[in-house]
């Protein structure tokens, strides 16, 4: 009879009398052979199936028993088992009660052994000495010579407005867990607390789930809350969110919420991410600065610029021949305005039409950018000027054309950027996954003067993404600071894109310096900006 080895689960004990027995030629069960041998048992004997099968091993002193029983007399239960014999070696699924969780529940919640009583916003919380030491707030407190060193109960005193009592449930809890779930609308009031009683680790934690939730809702109050307790690599994040996202996708309550020392950052920015052309910054900036002035406006996107502008007209009363930005309402916003790089609004004449009705500009700002644009232009017809030779990053951050364009979904696009660019007229295109500049001079209309010369040079950088509905970047490419030579109706691919990251719709944001920087000496620098 061939038989499996199989151990009876619920009966060691008795396996353990059976080998012994057969070991001493005992006779253990009725179904036992004379003389005691361990030999099998016969078929028709009734302890058959329940009997022991001798097993002989490989080694010449040893021999192993293991209870069995014969194939023919498996039923469907044991065979049932056999399949799930491997489970019985997988690890337990059933979560059991870990013992952070009955500390949480027991002494935390339950407050059982307290041997300190905090209040605070109304509220107490029984709480332990020994847990509360984890907080540099409470370590230092308990241990020096301080009055609450010596007593059973502590009013705190709360001074950040961003406090309230959740927060401080989940900033005392936190002592006596391992780990803490967190909200984003809570983690600007639980950073908060977790700043005032100096614990790190929920600090740190708080960050991360702030860089993870940044959106349109939540980056002025992350950039803020992060900026009063040192979280730097939040606040980075932050800005880099907006600078993204400030044009791409406006939103009339980002506009409310932020400040002047934020928006001054964004807008002297050379990676603001700009859509369509410079006059597009101006106009933002318009009715961003309308909102600072009547935050009660409530309205839609759409709604907003022919609110500023009607709003303006009216402040344009009582100006007495001032601009708006040399009144009391407007000097606040001077130094946001003063990062506006005019010289590429007053290129196109529309532009520079409103810019001139919108009286919000300085004239004098307005003359000294006219008088600029007049020698470049001079150079760049009179001088030999076939654009920048080498790459100033400097200039380019600080004076380049930003212009950007979306793509909103797959296909074909072409287009060029109005304005007078110095006799280069740049086409751009997007075709089978590659964005290509072209120098157009003969083969294709243009309404503008178009320089002849054999070669002309462009710095530039382009940079293309994509982002998801939060705003949060998907995919992103960029080419650096280049300097493009290009023939007469040449044309140049310089991008190259792989369909597997491609996500429409693409932004693509440009910056260009069509003419190098004019060499200034000590005879021909502007009287009127001696530093320049």
Same mark, same amino acid.
């Given at each position: 009879? /061939? ?19 057969? +070991? ?71 979560? $059991? ?10 002494? +935390? ?53 961003? !406090? ?7 900033? +005392? ?40 939730? !940044? ?15 040192? $979280? ?54 318009? @009715? ?33 021949? @001032? ?14 305005? /003063? ?15 409103? !810019? ?34 080498? %790459? ?9 054309? /930003? ?70 970047? %998907? ?7 280049? %300097? ?23 932004? !693509?944001?440009?910056?260009? $310096? ?19």
């Amino acid at each position: 009879m /061939r038989g499996e080895w199989r151990q009876n689960p619920g009966g060691k004990e008795f396996l353990a009398v059976l080998a012994l027995a057969a +070991f001493f030629n005992a006779e253990p069960t009725p179904g036992a052979r004379a003389g005691g041998s361990a030999g099998r048992p016969d078929p028709g004997d009734p302890a058959a199936g329940y009997g022991f099968c001798y097993c002989p091993g490989s080694h010449k002193r040893s021999r192993a028993f293991r209870y069995c029983r014969p194939d023919s007399e498996r039923d469907e239960d044991e065979e049932e088992r056999d399949e799930q014999q491997p489970l019985l070696h997988a690890p337990a699924r059933k979560k $059991l009660r870990s013992t952070s969780e009955y500390i949480y529940q027991t002494l +935390f919640l339950n407050g059982e052994n307290s041997d300190i009583k905090i209040c605070a916003l109304g509220e107490e919380w029984r709480l332990h000495k020994i847990y509360l030491c984890q907080s540099a707030y409470f370590s230092s407190m308990f241990s020096g010579s301080w009055k609450e060193s010596s007593v059973n109960i502590i009013e705190l005193e709360i001074p950040d407005q961003n !406090i309230d009592v959740e927060a401080l449930q989940v900033a +005392f809890g936190s002592l006596y867990r391992d780990d803490v779930l967190i909200k984003p609308s809570r983690v600007v009031a639980i950073l908060a607390a977790a700043r005032m009683l100096q614990l790190d680790g929920l600090i740190k934690q708080c960050g991360k789930t702030m860089k993870e939730t !940044i959106t349109v809702k939540t980056v002025c109050g992350y950039y803020t809350s992060a900026g009063t307790c040192g $979280l730097d690599s939040v606040k980075k994040n932050c800005l880099k969110w907006l600078l993204n996202n400030l044009m791409t996708h406006q939103n009339v309550k980002l506009f409310k919420e932020l400040s002047i020392n934020v928006m001054k950052q964004l807008i002297g920015s050379s990676n603001l991410f700009v859509m369509q052309m410079e006059m597009d910054v101006y106009t933002a900036l318009k @009715m961003w600065m309308f909102l600072q002035l009547v935050p009660s406006w409530n309205g839609s996107l759409e709604q907003l610029l022919t609110e500023t502008d009607v709003w303006f007209s009216k402040q344009r009363k009582d100006f007495e021949g @001032m601009t708006f930005l040399e009144t009391e309402q407007g000097k606040p916003f001077v130094s946001v305005f /003063r990062h506006l790089r005019l010289q590429y609004i007053i290129s196109d004449l529309a532009f520079a039409r409103i !810019i001139e009705q919108d009286a919000i500009v300085p004239s004098e700002w307005l003359s000294s950018v006219y008088k600029q644009q007049w020698f470049a232009m001079l150079r760049a017809e009179q001088d030999s000027e076939v654009g920048p030779q080498e %790459i100033d990053k400097e200039e380019l951050k600080g004076n380049s054309m /930003r212009c950007g364009r979306k793509l909103a979904k797959a296909g074909e696009y072409c287009w060029r950027w109005t304005g007078f660019n110095f006799g280069f007229d740049l086409l751009v295109t997007y075709t089978d996954r590659c964005i290509s500049f072209k120098r157009n001079t003969l083969n294709q209309p243009c309404s503008r003067s178009v320089s002849l010369r054999c070669r002309r040079s462009v710095a530039f950088k382009l940079r293309l993404a994509s982002f998801d509905s939060s705003g949060k970047l %998907i995919c992103s490419r960029t080419t650096g600071y280049q %300097i493009l030579t290009l023939k007469k109706d040449q044309k140049q691919v310089v991008m190259n894109l792989d369909s597997r990251f491609l996500t429409f719709p693409l932004y !693509i944001c440009c910056n260009f $310096l069509y003419i190098s920087p004019e060499k200034r000496t000590e005879n021909n620098r502007h009287p009127e900006n001696p530093e320049n």
